[in-house]
C-alpha cells in the first residue's frame, strides 16, 4: 500500500468518523411496515419545511437497524415547498416498524444514481446502467409511403423491462396512429365542433410536444414534466389549442439486480381558451397502452383487481389491471394502477378482444370517459393519476393489490421532532 493512498483512507475514516460524531438530530421518523406488503419496496415522503429550514447541503437521513445506523439514500423535490423522498427498502426479518433519524451533518454521498440523457430527439431515463423508459418529443413519422397524418411527437416508447425487453409498440400497420404509452382523447366537444385527437387519419386534431417544464435525477427517483397541446383542427382551417396537457413522468430508483420499478405518471389538463371543452363518452380515450409486437392471446396473459381476465375485462371498471406474457425465453409486463381520486373511479377499462387482428393483439386503457362525459371548464385544472409497477417474472393478484395499496394507501410517516 503506497503513502499516498494510506493517506486517502485514514482521511477518509476521519471525516466519516466526523460526520457521524458531528450529527444533530433533527426528527425521528416512524414508518409502520404493512403486513402483506409482498416485499415491495415502496417510495415515502415528508414535507421537509415543516420539519426544519436547514438546506439541502446539511442534512443527511439515516435508518436505525439493530443498534446500528445505516445511510439512506434521500431526494429533495423543490417545488414551493420541499419534500424529501426515500424508499423504504423490504428487507428479510425487518420489523414492522421502521425508525429513520434526520439529522444535520455531511450527507454521505449514495452511489447509485438514476440518470437521464437526451439523444436524437428523445429523454431516456436509466439505472443500473440499464434503459427503463424513452419519452419521444420529437416528432415521429410513420414508415414511408403511410399518410404523414399520423405523425406525433409526445409518448413514451420504448418502456422496458427490468431485463431491456420492449413492452410497447408503435406505428403498427393495423392503427398507425398508436404510439406506446400516448394520452389523446377521441370525442371531443369544442366550440360546438367534435373534434378527434385519438385518430389522426381523420385530420380533426393532434396532440403535440410543446416545450418541458424540468427534468431532475438523483439518488432517489428521475422525472420529466412536459407541456403537451392538444389541437383542434377545426371546419374553417384554424388550427386552435383546445386543452394544455402537464405530464409528469417519474422513474424510481431500483435496487441493482432488482426485477420491478415503479413509473409514476401524473396528467394535468386545463383547458387553453375561454371555451369549455367536453371529453365525450366514447369506448376509449385517455392514457393508451400499446403492447409489444410479441404477445397475442397464446402466450400473454391480463387479470384485474375485481377477477376479470381478457374474456370479460373489456367494460369493466378496476383499480389495477395486470398485462403479462412471453419476452422470448423471458416473461414480464406491468401492473397498471389507478389513483382513487381520478375521474370516474374506480375507472373502466378497454381492454382489446382475444383475437383482435386475428392473433390476439393487446391493448390496455383505463378509460374515464368510457360511461360518462366529463365537462371541463376554464379556471380548473383537472387530474388524472396513474402508476405502473414494470417487472421481469410473473405478478400474481396479492403482489398487484400490494403494489396498488402502497400507491393508493401509502403507510405513513409519524415526524417527532428533536429538540435541542
Known amino acids: 500500500m503506497n503513502k499516498q493512498f494510506k493517506i486517502a483512507v485514514a482521511l477518509t475514516m ?8 458531528s450529527a444533530q438530530k433533527i426528527a425521528v421518523l416512524e414508518v409502520m411496515q404493512k403486513k402483506d406488503n409482498q416485499s415491495l419496496d415502496m417510495p415515502l415522503s415528508i414535507q421537509l419545511d415543516k420539519i426544519t429550514y436547514l438546506p439541502d447541503s446539511v442534512i443527511s437521513l439515516v435508518e436505525v437497524k439493530n443498534g446500528k445506523r445505516v445511510p439512506v439514500a434521500y431526494q429533495i423535490e423543490n417545488k414551493g415547498q420541499r419534500i424529501l423522498y426515500w424508499m423504504l427498502k423490504q428487507e428479510q426479518g425487518a420489523t414492522a416498524k421502521r425508525i429513520f433519524e434526520l439529522e444535520k451533518g455531511i450527507p454521505l454521498k ?14 431516456i431515463v436509466s439505472a443500473n446502467n440499464k434503459n427503463l423508459l424513452q419519452y419521444n418529443f420529437k416528432t415521429m413519422y410513420p414508415p414511408k409511403g403511410v399518410d404523414t397524418a399520423f ?10 423491462t427490468p431485463h431491456g425487453q420492449p413492452l410497447t409498440r408503435i406505428n403498427a400497420p393495423d392503427h398507425y396512429h398508436h404510439y406506446g404509452l400516448w394520452n389523446p382523447w377521441t370525442h371531443v366537444m369544442f366550440e360546438g ?9 381523420d385530420k380533426k386534431g393532434t396532440v403535440k410536444f410543446a416545450n418541458f417544464v424540468s427534468v431532475n435525477e438523483g439518488a432517489v427517483y428521475a422525472d420529466y414534466q412536459t407541456l403537451h397541446e392538444h389541437v383542434a383542427f377545426k371546419k374553417n382551417g384554424e388550427k386552435k389549442v383546445a386543452l394544455n396537457e402537464l405530464q409528469s413522468v417519474r422513474i424510481y430508483q431500483p435496487q441493482s439486480g432488482q426485477d420491478y420499478y415503479i413509473a409514476d405518471i401524473t396528467i394535468q389538463l386545463n383547458c387553453a381558451s375561454d371555451s369549455p371543452v367536453t371529453l365525450k363518452e366514447y369506448r376509449y380515450g385517455g392514457l393508451g397502452w400499446r403492447a409489444t409486437e410479441k404477445w397475442n392471446d397464446n402466450n400473454s396473459e391480463t387479470l384485474t383487481s375485481e377477477g376479470k381476465t381478457r374474456k370479460d ?3 369493466s371498471k378496476a383499480r389495477w389491471v395486470i398485462v403479462q406474457g412471453s ?3 423471458d416473461y414480464g409486463g406491468a401492473v397498471m394502477m389507478s389513483y382513487p381520486s381520478n375521474y370516474n373511479y374506480p375507472e373502466p377499462l378497454r381492454i382489446w378482444p382475444e383475437k383482435m387482428n386475428g392473433r390476439g393483439d393487446v391493448y390496455a386503457n383505463f378509460s374515464p370517459t368510457k360511461d360518462k362525459d ?22 400474481n393478484k396479492e403482489k398487484a393489490e400490494a403494489a396498488w395499496q402502497s400507491f393508493a394507501n401509502t403507510p405513513s410517516v409519524t415526524v417527532k421532532l428533536v429538540n435541542k
Open 193 to 201: 365542433e367534435m373534434i378527434d385527437f385519438w385518430n389522426l387519419k
Open 327 to 329: 419476452l422470448d425465453s
Open 313 to 315: 375485462a373489456d367494460g
Open 374 to 395: 366529463w365537462p371541463l371548464v376554464k379556471g380548473r385544472d383537472y387530474i388524472l393519476k396513474y402508476r405502473f409497477m414494470v417487472f421481469n417474472g410473473k405478478f
Open 110 to 123: 449514495i452511489a447509485d444514481h438514476i440518470k437521464t440523457v437526451t439523444e436524437n430527439g428523445a429523454l
Open 151 to 160: 405523425k406525433r411527437s409526445g409518448f413514451i416508447h420504448p418502456l422496458w
Open 14 to 21: 476521519f471525516f466519516s468518523a466526523f460526520s457521524v460524531a
